[in-house]
């Protein structure tokens, strides 16, 4: 399944729901239209800014808090300010590559169609 059925599957769903509520044939094509359109961009959007760009500053982050934890590591202090600024590069970490793996992920495998991993399957029931 790829972006382009599963995106024609979604707004069929949509323009089945308003095609029960138009009392016309004219207003229901027109309203189907329009939510066929609206479903699209809200996909597209939401594979661009939360699959890619989101993905991206999040891998960007580990890096960086990587680089930090390193650069920390190194030095020789034993100050409560480094042992803290240690302790918030990990935590960072660790909440960057849960919100890729949960989030931007799954944006992306939704938008191509690819199979899900485990952890993204909990996330549709």
Not at 39 to 58: D, E, N, P, S, V
Not at 64 to 90: D, E, H, P
Not at 105 to 121: A, D, K, N, R, V
Request: charge should be neutral.
């Amino acid at each position: 399944m790829n972006g382009t059925t599963l995106l024609s599957e979604m707004t069929m769903g949509y323009a089945g729901n308003l095609s029960h509520n138009a009392t016309d044939g004219a207003s229901n094509t027109a309203q189907s239209s329009t939510v066929s359109r609206a479903c699209a961009l809200h996909i597209t959007y939401k594979f661009a800014f939360t699959g890619c760009i989101a993905g991206a500053l999040c891998l960007l982050g580990i890096v960086g808090n990587v680089v930090a934890f390193v650069i920390f590591t190194i030095g020789r202090q034993k100050s409560v300010v480094v042992i803290m600024l240690r302790a918030l590069a990990v935590a960072d970490s660790l909440y960057l590559a849960t919100y890729f793996a949960t989030e931007s992920w799954y944006q992306i495998m939704l938008y191509t169609g690819e199979s899900f991993s485990c952890c993204t399957m909990m996330r549709l029931g």
